[in-house]
Every structure is written in structure tokens, then in C-alpha cells.
């Protein structure tokens, strides 16, 4: 189990290499097709992490620095070391039942998708667990329930993006598997009643002194550029360097993220889409692949980076109210991470159904309402992974986790 988890479920090169490799073979292509398939896509997984990698780099101590300010009190959230070390072992077999359920549930049913994003394949059942600790349950009924609903998550919210996904994509090759799922959903829905698509964020006309704006990286860089500067202003221990030249730093290590992330997400649809099909037709029928929400930012580059910058503003100026209000136990901070991925995978699903309008209002009030669950969370897992919460949740993590810690403290 230990192996498994360490050396394939936890690796998403080798799972999705792996995945790649038994599609091709399925189809019964040659040696050199399949030796250079599951190749490519194992390089395209690294890039693709590698090039996230980078963008957290640039954007994680923005939330360091706020944590100074209330005296470190989230320093510990930064890793998952200290619930892991007492827990790891029933996350480790929660995720195992649960990908055996997930996929029976995939044979079986109408609901046919198959998860794989392979570090979400980990932090489900992590965050399922601390809610039945919270709870109060252990041993059997803890790792079962926290099977049963990580299974749940990963092939039902994937099943209902789909849709939303497609809309954006034009075809129906792919869905998505990631905590993006509420905000999403919530993102598109007002998208679809105020928004216009007639006039998506892809029509924005830049005049052609300032068509650089168009390269995603430039554009994403810049915006860092000056979220660094205005950060550090206002919390001077951002950084000990010469924050002008730390802020453009930055910023071209974030321009050089999204460069290095879009082409590792190329490779990877490349070569994971068409193997997929060979597993789908011989396992699951019509299976649909549920991928990280980098593989859709490269459909409306310009939608993920209006959708960040949005939900920067908005977010933060409800974590100011809500602090002062202290409508929550816990001391909320900006969550930068969640506003670039989860936010702007919603802008995206915003901006397919309401165009540039819906993509601006859709990602504020999903926004809004990241910032209520996550001090909802924060609150529920005062015991557990609290702090965690405070860096990564304001998601599916903080919906679904408070959802399923209610529902196990029935037990």
C-alpha cells in the first residue's frame, strides 16, 4: 500500500505515464508508439508541475508575509507534515478504497468519468479524514466513510462540470477534476444570467503598440509585478530585498510559470486524450478524463488572468470586512493561491457562459462566497487542519469538508 501510494497514486508523471502506456496498448500500438507516448506525457506532467511549481513560488510568500503580521500564527499551514504524521496511514487507505470505488462507480453507473489528478487523488481523502477526526470517528468507520466520499467527489463533480467545460472547449474530449467545482459552478451560473457571448475575454483588442498584452506570460507577469509592489507596501516584510527589483524578480519567474505550464499542458493532452480513448473503449465506455484546471486556462488564457486580478480585489476586501466584523473565530488571510487556480479556472467557466461581463461578475461573487466558506472551514477544523485551510481552502476543500464533517458527527 505504502509503495503504491508513494511510488504511483502519489506521482502524477508516473500515474498518468502509466495511464498513457495501458491506453496505447489497448489500442495495440507499436512499441516505439507507446515507448514515446507514455514518455511524452510523463515529461509533459513535469513540465506542467514544474511550471505550477513556479507560479506558487511567486505568489505563496505574499501569504507568508500576512502571517507575519498576526504573528505566525499560520506558519504550520504551510505543509500537511503535522496531521500526515498521525494520519497518513488511514488517508493512505482511503484513497486506495476510494479509487476502487471511484472506478466501480465509473463501470457501473451513468456517472462516467475517471480522476486524474493525481496530488487531488491525495489531498480528498486528506482533508475527508481531518473531518471525521473532527467528528470524532476512528478506525473502520473512519477510512470507509472517507472512502466512500472521496469516491463520491471525484466522479460525480467532474460529471457535473462537464457541460461547463465543454462550452468552453468546443468539444467534448476532457472535463475537469479539481476543487475548482463549486466556485465554478456558481461563476458560470451568474455568468449565464448577467453576461453577454457575444464578446468573450478573447475579444479584447489591444492597440498594436500594446499587443504584448496578448502573450499570456507577459500579461501574468506584469500583474504580479505589481501585486508584489502593492503587498509590499503594505506589508514591508514581504521581502528584505530592494522591493522594486524583488517585485520584477517575481514577476518574470510567474511569466516564466505560465510559459513553462502551458506547454506542459499541451504535451500532456497530446498524448494523455487520445491513450484515454484506448482505456475508455475497453474499460469505461464514453469515460470522460478529469484534468487539472491548467489544462483549460490555455482555452481562455485571458479569462484566468482578468478572473485572478478580479478575485484578488473582491476577496480581499470581504476578508477585510469579515476580520473586522470577526464574524469567524480565526484570523482570515488573502488566499492568492485559490484566487489564481480555483478562481481562475471559474473565470474561465464564467467567461464560456457570460463572455467578458459574466467572466468579471461570475468570478466576484464566487469570491465572495470563497472567502465565507473558508472561515467556515477554518472554524471546523479548528482541531485539525485549520491552518492548512488558511493557505489552500476557500474551495471544494472547505465546501465539502465542512459538508462531510457535519454529516459524520451523525456517527
Given at each position: 500500500m505504502n509503495?503504491l501510494t508513494?511510488?504511483?497514486?502519489?506521482?502524477?508523471?508516473?500515474l498518468?505515464g502509466?495511464?498513457?502506456m495501458?491506453g496505447?496498448?489497448?489500442q495495440?500500438?507499436?512499441?516505439?508508439?507507446?515507448?514515446?507516448?507514455?514518455?511524452?506525457a510523463a515529461?509533459?506532467?513535469?513540465?506542467?508541475?514544474?511550471g505550477?511549481?513556479?507560479?506558487?513560488?511567486?505568489?505563496?510568500?505574499?501569504n507568508?508575509?500576512?502571517?507575519?503580521?498576526?504573528?505566525?500564527?499560520?506558519?504550520?499551514?504551510?505543509n500537511?507534515?503535522t496531521?500526515?504524521?498521525?494520519?497518513?496511514?488511514e488517508?493512505?487507505l482511503s484513497?486506495?478504497?476510494g479509487?476502487?470505488?471511484?472506478?466501480i462507480i465509473?463501470?457501473f453507473?451513468p456517472i462516467?468519468?475517471i480522476?486524474?489528478t493525481?496530488?487531488?487523488i491525495w489531498?480528498?481523502?486528506?482533508?475527508?479524514v481531518?473531518?471525521?477526526?473532527?467528528?470524532?470517528?476512528?478506525?473502520?468507520i473512519l477510512i470507509?466513510?472517507?472512502?466512500?466520499f472521496s469516491a463520491l467527489?471525484?466522479?460525480i463533480?467532474?460529471?457535473?462540470l462537464?457541460k461547463?467545460v465543454?462550452?468552453?472547449?468546443?468539444?467534448?474530449s476532457?472535463?475537469?477534476?479539481?476543487?475548482?467545482?463549486?466556485?465554478?459552478?456558481?461563476a458560470?451560473?451568474?455568468?449565464?444570467f448577467?453576461?453577454n457571448k457575444?464578446?468573450?475575454?478573447?475579444?479584447?483588442?489591444f492597440?498594436e503598440?500594446?499587443?504584448?498584452?496578448?502573450?499570456?506570460?507577459?500579461?501574468?507577469g506584469?500583474i504580479?509585478m505589481?501585486?508584489w509592489?502593492v503587498?509590499g507596501?503594505?506589508?514591508?516584510?514581504l521581502?528584505?530585498?530592494?522591493?522594486?527589483?524583488?517585485?520584477?524578480?517575481?514577476?518574470?519567474?510567474?511569466g516564466?510559470g505560465?510559459?513553462?505550464?502551458?506547454q506542459?499542458v499541451r504535451?500532456?493532452?497530446?498524448?494523455?486524450v487520445?491513450?484515454?480513448?484506448g482505456?475508455s473503449?475497453k474499460?469505461v465506455?464514453?469515460?470522460l478524463p478529469?484534468?487539472?484546471?491548467?489544462?483549460i486556462f490555455n482555452y481562455r488564457?485571458?479569462?484566468?488572468?482578468?478572473g485572478?486580478v478580479v478575485?484578488?480585489?473582491?476577496?480581499?476586501?470581504?476578508l477585510?470586512i469579515v476580520?473586522q466584523?470577526?464574524?469567524?473565530?480565526t484570523?482570515?488571510l488573502?488566499?492568492?493561491i485559490t484566487?489564481?487556480f480555483e478562481?481562475?479556472?471559474?473565470a474561465v467557466?464564467?467567461?464560456?457562459?457570460?463572455?467578458?461581463?459574466?467572466c468579471i461578475i461570475?468570478?466576484a461573487?464566487a469570491?465572495?462566497v470563497?472567502?465565507?466558506v473558508?472561515?467556515?472551514?477554518?472554524?471546523i477544523?479548528?482541531?485539525?487542519i485549520s491552518?492548512?485551510?488558511?493557505?489552500?481552502g476557500?474551495n471544494d476543500?472547505?465546501?465539502?469538508g465542512s459538508?462531510?464533517?457535519?454529516?459524520?458527527?451523525?456517527?
Amino acid at each position: 500500500m505504502n509503495f503504491l501510494t508513494t511510488n504511483i497514486l502519489r506521482n502524477p508523471p508516473v500515474l498518468l505515464g502509466l495511464i498513457a502506456m495501458i491506453g496505447l496498448l489497448l489500442q495495440g500500438k507499436s512499441l516505439s508508439e507507446v515507448i514515446k507516448g507514455t514518455l511524452m506525457a510523463a515529461f509533459g506532467m513535469i513540465i506542467l508541475d514544474t511550471g505550477v511549481g513556479i507560479l506558487v513560488g511567486s505568489i505563496a510568500p505574499i501569504n507568508g508575509a500576512f502571517s507575519k503580521v498576526i504573528n505566525g500564527s499560520v506558519g504550520e499551514g504551510l505543509n500537511d507534515a503535522t496531521f500526515t504524521a498521525s494520519f497518513g496511514g488511514e488517508v493512505g487507505l482511503s484513497m486506495f478504497i476510494g479509487l476502487i470505488l471511484h472506478l466501480i462507480i465509473a463501470k457501473f453507473t451513468p456517472i462516467k468519468t475517471i480522476f486524474l489528478t493525481g496530488h487531488m487523488i491525495w489531498w480528498f481523502p486528506f482533508i475527508f479524514v481531518a473531518a471525521g477526526v473532527e467528528a470524532g470517528l476512528s478506525g473502520p468507520i473512519l477510512i470507509g466513510s472517507s472512502a466512500i466520499f472521496s469516491a463520491l467527489y471525484w466522479s460525480i463533480m467532474p460529471w457535473i462540470l462537464r457541460k461547463y467545460v465543454f462550452d468552453v472547449i468546443g468539444d467534448q474530449s476532457f472535463t475537469l477534476g479539481h476543487p475548482t467545482g463549486v466556485l465554478s459552478i456558481i461563476a458560470g451560473t451568474v455568468a449565464k444570467f448577467v453576461g453577454n457571448k457575444d464578446r468573450t475575454t478573447e475579444d479584447i483588442k489591444f492597440p498594436e503598440s500594446m499587443s504584448f498584452f496578448r502573450e499570456v506570460p507577459i500579461t501574468g507577469g506584469l500583474i504580479i509585478m505589481i501585486i508584489w509592489v502593492v503587498v509590499g507596501i503594505i506589508v514591508p516584510s514581504l521581502t528584505e530585498n530592494n522591493l522594486a527589483f524583488e517585485s520584477i524578480n517575481q514577476g518574470l519567474k510567474f511569466g516564466a510559470g505560465l510559459l513553462i505550464m502551458l506547454q506542459g499542458v499541451r504535451m500532456l493532452i497530446n498524448q494523455i486524450v487520445p491513450a484515454f480513448h484506448g482505456i475508455s473503449e475497453k474499460i469505461v465506455p464514453d469515460a470522460l478524463p478529469a484534468f487539472d484546471c491548467p489544462v483549460i486556462f490555455n482555452y481562455r488564457p485571458n479569462a484566468v488572468l482578468i478572473g485572478f486580478v478580479v478575485a484578488m480585489i473582491v476577496s480581499t476586501i470581504t476578508l477585510i470586512i469579515v476580520n473586522q466584523l470577526g464574524l469567524f473565530h480565526t484570523f482570515l488571510l488573502p488566499l492568492v493561491i485559490t484566487c489564481f487556480f480555483e478562481c481562475g479556472a471559474a473565470a474561465v467557466i464564467a467567461d464560456g457562459q457570460g463572455g467578458l461581463r459574466g467572466c468579471i461578475i461570475g468570478t466576484a461573487v464566487a469570491s465572495i462566497v470563497m472567502i465565507l466558506v473558508l472561515g467556515i472551514s477554518a472554524d471546523i477544523y479548528s482541531n485539525t487542519i485549520s491552518n492548512w485551510m488558511l493557505i489552500f481552502g476557500g474551495n471544494d476543500f472547505s465546501i465539502f469538508g465542512s459538508l462531510v464533517k457535519l454529516i459524520m458527527s451523525i456517527f
